[in-house]
């Protein structure tokens, strides 16, 4: 391989993977949602159901959530740009990924041994940071060593992963909660949050043979600027609008099955409806990333905004519903989160100002990703309680129309990007 001075060579991408390294890269990505499906729409509802009187459960939902956000969304970057200068012999994106599970691993520890809300939530926030000090690194590899006619693969296979991760653990959870045992569904996720990580640091050997790019002057200003310059900021923002739909809603979905829908079991049918979601949703990651290279990723876009409005606005007749159609709508949703994750990560990829340093951009990328996280959980936790005591179950009614306005925003904006078909 020809080198060139450090400092003063542009970072390209790699020649074409196999496809061996093509799934061992995405296996982490199947371990990031093996660890946050559960965690951040089952296990942690649940203890707060436990430990939490019903009138503040979703403040105590929206606190933790809130406040975990807050670094979901400035680790990304900051990490992501330090990625992007660090030079160690085992490469710039890898020694930052062992050292997050390591912190991952030692949080699931906390939040299964918390029997009180403070250690639960101290548990639940050191998650969610660790999990983003990995994902930071890890925005970087694929575009480190993915060429542009490969990025639609790329991404459709990064969504399948985060279809397949959710369906695993979700399917540990649903066999765990029927046999009483789901707090056990932390030690599995303990293995697998290791397992996972081991194919990809091997398929992102090659990456330590990259330059290290020169460290520029930080100026806050530039940091930022990808925001609001040309198509990455309408692909971001198209991201935040159709990220707060799901982020809002996902927390609640537990307390909504509960109260709206008047279900006797809500952790059961919490994890069979989120189940049925991804598995509809793995094919249509699948084939979407793979037409979306030859077809445009914008088509994508519209179809999941449109299926996911409809669905939050069936929704609002709650308890009227059959439980079998409430099935049936999780399979029309996962046909649209799956259209949508297919091209999620393809959009900014195509979008990126800056090849050359490309975690620091997907790390602000991400912050589409975590800001909803931030804004949203605590501001609906709050605001459930609050409708709620006015009327029967207003609040949950109110959020699925507010997520459906959201969905429908996304899907218009998106057409505001020029260079993405």
Same mark, same amino acid.
């Given at each position: 391989?020809?080198?060139?001075? #450090? ?47 019903? &009138? ?56 299964? &041994? ?30 480190? +060593? ?51 990580? +081991? ?15 020169? !460290? ?6 530039? *940091? ?7 198509? *990455? ?18 927390? *609640? ?21 989120? +189940? ?13 990333? +793979? ?24 929704? #609002? ?34 979008? #990126?100002?800056? !090849?050359? !340093? ?5 790390? #602000? ?22 409708? &709620?005591?006015?009327?029967? &179950? ?26 993405? !078909?």
């Amino acid at each position: 391989m020809e080198t060139t001075p #450090l400092g003063t060579a542009p970072i390209t991408p790699a020649g074409s993977l196999t496809r061996l390294r093509h799934v061992a890269l995405g296996t982490f990505w199947f371990g990031n949602n093996f660890i946050s499906t559960p965690v951040y729409t089952i296990l942690l509802q649940l203890q707060v159901a436990e430990l939490i009187a019903k &009138n503040s459960q979703g403040a105590a939902i929206g606190i933790a959530t809130g406040i975990g956000g807050v670094f979901a969304m400035f680790l990304p970057p900051a990490v992501g740009a330090l990625s992007d200068h660090l030079h160690t012999p085992w490469g710039r994106r890898r020694p930052i990924m062992v050292a997050g599970v390591l912190g991952v691993v030692l949080a699931l520890v906390v939040m299964w &041994n918390a029997h009180s809300y403070p250690p639960l939530l101290i548990g639940f926030v050191m998650v969610v940071a660790f999990l983003n000090v990995c994902g930071g690194a890890y925005a970087g590899i694929i575009p480190d +060593l993915v060429e542009g006619a490969q990025t639609g693969a790329a991404s459709g296979l990064l969504g399948l992963f985060v279809q397949l991760g959710s369906v695993a653990s979700l399917l540990v959870t649903l066999v765990l909660s029927r046999s009483g045992q789901i707090r056990l569904t932390y030690g599995v996720i303990i293995v697998v949050a290791i397992l996972s990580l +081991l194919p990809t640091l091997w398929a992102a050997s090659g990456e330590r043979e990259r330059a290290v790019p020169e !460290r520029p002057p930080f100026n806050l200003r530039e *940091f930022l600027s990808p925001l609001w310059k040309g198509d *990455f900021g309408w692909a971001f923002l198209t991201r935040f609008l159709n990220l707060s739909a799901f982020y809002a809603v996902l927390p *609640f979905l537990f307390l909504s099955f509960r109260d709206l829908f008047g279900i006797s079991q809500p952790a059961t049918i919490t994890s069979l409806f989120e +189940l049925i979601v991804t598995v509809v949703a793995v094919p249509c990651a699948i084939i979407g990333g +793979l037409l979306s290279d030859r077809h445009g990723r914008k088509p994508f876009v519209y179809a999941a905004g449109a299926l996911q409005t409809v669905v939050l606005l069936i929704f #609002l007749a709650g308890s009227a519903l059959p439980l079998p159609l409430v099935m049936v709508l999780g399979a029309v949703y996962g046909i649209g989160y799956g259209c949508y994750s297919s091209v999620d990560w393809a959009l900014g990829i195509d979008t #990126l100002p800056d !090849r050359d !340093r490309p975690a620091k951009d997907l790390g #602000l990328y991400h912050v589409a990703d975590a800001l909803p996280r931030v804004l949203l959980p605590l501001l609906v936790g709050i605001g459930l309680d609050a409708l &709620n005591a006015t009327a029967p &179950n207003a609040g949950y009614r109110a959020l699925f129309l507010f997520c459906a306005v959201l969905y429908a925003a996304g899907a218009v904006l998106v057409s505001q990007i020029r260079s993405v !078909r």
